[in-house]
């Protein structure tokens, strides 16, 4: 299949993309915006966009088949890898996922359509409108693509032009994903461009900086950092810095049966999209004093992801990407022959997954390509103290507690700064109503017209 050049992404690098043309492109975006968004219902979006997420299920879908038969050049994942990660991602964009979703952010689902109240508004004799940004500005990072997908269906929801500017390497899916918005909705998509250029003080990104009503980037802190001081004045910037995970496994869950189920979990969590993202752990911390010891749960964890290796297997990676994992791979083979406190299991005759257990709890951060740290802790306390270096960058902290423990686990994680603690085997996979870094997503897109009556 062919896609035609309905967006600047398609005719790249071909055609030479200069300011102007994307400073033409951004105010065509809000022309079309203000033809045809306003006939849209957010009831209609929502039913349009949760058809087209099913359809993303489909492996006769066209644009899905594209994507799981293009090469690993192309997507970054094997297409096992990939076909997993389309299906957690879309299988959560479901009318009422997205009803709900628009309840919890802004009260209701059709305050972008009208006025409205909530009893509490009514109460004072008012009621309110919410508006999304003429033009959303998207700078996107380049390590996983549903981040991207996601950020697009965002400002669709609240009814916004879209400009989406996608790292070097990483348009692929972006861009099968506009042109699936296309044939489902040529209206919508003509609110929707796409193109990609290399990062940093680039003429092209001042045009986009310039005409976005709201920028929204995710990246390194010194990216963001660069993208802040470039930024013209009143500009609304919605940012995603850099962020770690990791789980952490109370002694009451460590009886055979169930660690054995533990591990097969956290090794989806490591598996998934090739750990590369900010939900992907680094480390799993396991208490001591359970029938299963944290060094056999780190067994039985590299047992989980050499059996995903199987079915689900991580694909190629750079040269520098095995070099780096070699590296680390001797510098704990050292530690294991001349210490009692640290063994180490790996893939043979490749770099496809690392599981490395040490006693000393420190926080480690993992090169990331199915490359997992399991470390032996007496409690959370503990835990928090040892990963003291990585407060407030953790986003995600998996959790397997019993009912008895888990809240004042919460409690505590929540206090030291984490924004989300899911259960262990869905740390890449959060709900669509999930506050990204603690923030509510859309509520931080929208301007709010209060009417006093």
Aim: aromatic residues 8%.
């Amino acid at each position: 299949m062919e896609l035609p050049n309905y967006f600047i992404i398609d005719t790249q690098p071909e055609a030479r993309l200069t300011p102007s043309m994307v400073t033409e492109a951004c105010r065509q975006l809000k022309r079309n915006r203000t033809q045809y968004l306003r006939d849209i219902s957010t009831a209609q979006t929502i039913t349009l966009l949760a058809q087209l997420a099913d359809n993303w299920q489909d492996d006769l879908f066209p644009f899905r088949k594209i994507a799981l038969e293009a090469s690993q050049d192309a997507t970054g994942f094997s297409p096992a890898s990939m076909a997993r990660g389309l299906d957690d991602f879309f299988s959560r964009i479901t009318e009422e996922n997205l009803h709900n979703f628009m309840a919890q952010e802004l009260g209701d689902s059709r305050r972008l359509d009208a006025p409205l109240g909530t009893p509490e508004e009514r109460s004072d004799n008012r009621i309110a409108f919410a508006r999304g940004p003429e033009l959303i500005g998207h700078i996107t990072a380049g390590n996983l693509p549903c981040p991207t997908l996601m950020s697009i269906v965002h400002g669709l929801l609240v009814g916004s032009a879209q400009f989406v500017k996608c790292a070097e390497g990483a348009g692929f899916i972006p861009r099968l994903f506009a042109h699936s918005v296309y044939h489902t909705h040529a209206k919508l998509a003509a609110c929707l461009e796409l193109a990609r250029w290399p990062g940093g003080d680039n003429p092209l990104e001042e045009s986009l900086l310039k005409e976005a009503d709201c920028i929204v980037a995710v990246g390194s802190d010194e990216t963001l950092d660069a993208i802040r001081a470039r930024l013209p004045l009143g500009k609304r910037f919605l940012e995603h810095g850099h962020r770690v995970s990791f789980g952490y496994i109370h002694k009451d869950y460590l009886s055979r049966a169930m660690a054995r189920e533990l591990a097969e979990n956290a090794a989806r969590d490591v598996a998934a999209w090739n750990q590369l993202g900010c939900l992907s752990p680094h480390v799993f911390y396991v208490e001591r004093d359970g029938a299963v010891r944290p060094e056999q749960f780190a067994e039985m964890l590299s047992e989980a992801i050499d059996g995903l290796e199987h079915s689900e297997p991580r694909g190629n990676i750079s040269d520098a990407e095995s070099g780096e994992i070699a590296h680390r791979r001797s510098f704990y083979e050292i530690r294991a022959a001349h210490t009692g406190d640290v063994r180490q299991w790996q893939s043979e005759g490749s770099t496809a997954w690392t599981v490395v257990f040490e006693e000393e709890p420190q926080f480690a951060t993992s090169c990331m390509n199915r490359f997992i740290h399991v470390k032996s802790v007496t409690d959370i306390d503990e835990t928090l103290r040892a990963a003291e270096m990585a407060r407030g960058q953790v986003s995600t902290v998996g959790l397997a507690a019993p009912k008895s423990e888990a809240e004042a686990i919460v409690i505590k994680l929540a206090h030291w700064g984490v924004t989300r603690v899911c259960p262990i085997g869905q740390m890449q996979n959060p709900p669509i109503g999930w506050r990204h870094d603690g923030r509510p997503t859309l509520g931080d897109l929208v301007t709010w017209t209060d009417w006093e009556q």
